[in-house]
């Protein structure tokens, strides 16, 4: 079935450091891929999406390329801050018996120290 | 604009007690959904909505009911409440039943089974 598979965490990282934090998925159609960010306490909310093959989504000074050749999605930022510390999902919309449902992967944790 | 809202945002409940999560959503978003958050496991989907009067089945649905009698509200209900539902559970809604668009999460009930 369609899958997610994230880096596994916890990531440590000094202010200012260059991120990435790999995701590659299974899908058997054409899925739309999404990165959430959950920071302490809170829900889950959207960071970024694509919705079709080389497509890069952006926001916030994070970076995500959809490849389908390798089918990957993995997120980049190029100057971490402390305000980035949070859990990150991978996430996939699959269709699943008549409607599109989120699949995430397990989460990576990140954690900034100045 | 409130958003998601789930109630309550604790719980503590024994074994074979039963229970209902209350969410709701002002958005008028036709698909809501629930999904539970365990560590290492990232988010599973319980029970998802495409519509007032639709409720299908997720990944993990074993042990848990739901219904779906307005747009705005989804309860999710633990009829004989077991250890391993002890989890932190969210709701979500989106507008629309694309694989593009971007789900609106609650800001989660952390429930605890003795």
């Known amino acids: 079935g369609d899958s997610v598979t994230q880096m596994e965490g916890p990531v440590t990282l000094s202010e200012e450091a260059f991120l990435t934090i790999n995701c590659t998925y299974t899908?058997?159609?054409?899925?739309?891929l999404f990165w959430y960010v959950q920071y302490p306490g809170e829900g889950l909310q959207l960071l970024l999406k694509a919705t079709k093959a080389d497509d890069k989504g952006s926001n916030k000074g994070f970076e995500a390329t959809y490849r389908k050749e390798t089918t990957s999605f993995h997120l980049e930022k190029g100057s971490v801050q402390v305000s980035d510390s949070a859990v990150y999902f991978c996430a996939l919309s699959a269709l699943q018996t008549g409607a599109n449902n989120l699949f995430f992967g397990t989460g990576t944790r990140l954690t900034v120290i100045p | 604009n409130a958003g998601v809202t789930q109630t309550p945002k604790f719980q503590v409940l024994k074994t074979g007690q039963s229970m209902t999560l209350q969410c709701a959503q002002d958005?008028?978003?036709?698909?809501m959904s629930w999904y539970r958050q365990d560590p290492g496991m990232g988010l599973r989907l319980i029970h998802y909505?495409?519509?007032?009067?639709?409720?299908d089945q997720g990944e993990v649905p074993n042990g848990y009911n739901v219904s779906r009698s307005t747009t705005e509200d989804f309860p999710l209900r633990l009829l004989s409440a077991a250890p391993s539902q002890t989890s932190v559970y969210f709701c979500a809604s989106r507008l629309g039943q694309t694989n593009t668009g971007e789900l609106f999460f609650g800001e989660g009930s952390r429930l605890t089974v003795l």
């Open positions: 899908a058997t159609g054409y899925p739309s």
């Open positions: 909505s495409v519509g007032a009067g639709i409720t």
């Open positions: 958005m008028n978003h036709e698909y």
